[in-house]
């Protein structure tokens, strides 16, 4: 307390305040318009106010997010730490959580988020058994809206059965840019799977550039005479 001349108490301002998190910008980042695999990854920054330090006891991402890197910076320093979920933030720190939203899944619309729970003690100057908790709950959230880069004609999964054995049949797929920006395809498509016996895969650009590359491909898929009887694929 002070005492002026005239005798009266005037209390001093002293910040007891539990401490939390705030956002720093928007707890919501909108990536817009994306293709279907580009990276969207995006690195929320927080800061601790309040006289009270703050523990990170959550950050877990909901379906089709994932959790990256979390850092935070002390007041007094430039350097970003790594953080581990439980650690004690001092008062008027940083925190920087980075997390990406899978674009490899469509619908159109993705929404993800970091579910985010911190606690800080309320007054430690009380010496309460057990102390008293703030607990905050909040959102760090991602929307974008994802299109597919390539498209194919027809759409569904090309079926080549029922077959009779020892006859051959071919089925043609044509794949094209959407933004009509051309693109490379190899053969075979993925040598981490391995082609059946008498199942073949060929890719044709159409007015190919000077790499290779086309914004429309014909891909021929066909099962040869001498196929071993059995289901393929």
């Avoid at 044509?174 to 498509?189: D, H, N, R, V, Y």
């Amino acid at each position: 307390m002070l005492f002026p001349a005239s005798g009266a108490r005037i209390p001093l301002a002293i910040d007891t305040e539990p401490g939390r998190l705030e956002v720093v910008g928007e707890a919501t980042h909108r990536f817009g318009d994306v293709f279907a695999g580009d990276e969207a990854a995006h690195a929320f920054t927080l800061r601790t106010v309040g006289a009270t330090p703050v523990t990170i006891v959550q950050a877990q991402p909901s379906v089709s997010t994932s959790l990256g890197e979390i850092e935070w910076q002390r007041p007094d320093s430039q350097r970003w730490a790594r953080y581990t979920l439980g650690e004690t933030i001092e008062p008027g720190s940083l925190v920087r959580l980075t997390a990406q939203l899978s674009t490899f899944v469509a619908p159109p619309s993705r929404r993800g988020r970091i579910i985010v729970v911190a606690e800080s003690p309320v007054d430690p100057a009380r010496m309460e058994d057990p102390p008293a908790v703030l607990t905050q709950r909040f959102d760090l959230v991602m929307l974008a809206t994802v299109s597919l880069f390539v498209r194919a004609t027809p759409s569904s999964m090309v079926a080549l059965d029922p077959l009779p054995h020892g006859s051959g049949h071919t089925e043609i797929v044509a794949i094209e840019s959407t933004t009509g920006q051309p693109f490379g395809l190899a053969e075979p498509l993925d040598h981490r799977i391995p082609m059946p016996p008498g199942l073949s895969v060929r890719c044709t650009p159409i007015a190919p550039d000077e790499r290779g590359w086309s914004s429309r491909w014909m891909l021929e898929f066909a099962v040869g005479a001498d196929t071993p009887p059995g289901r393929h694929g």
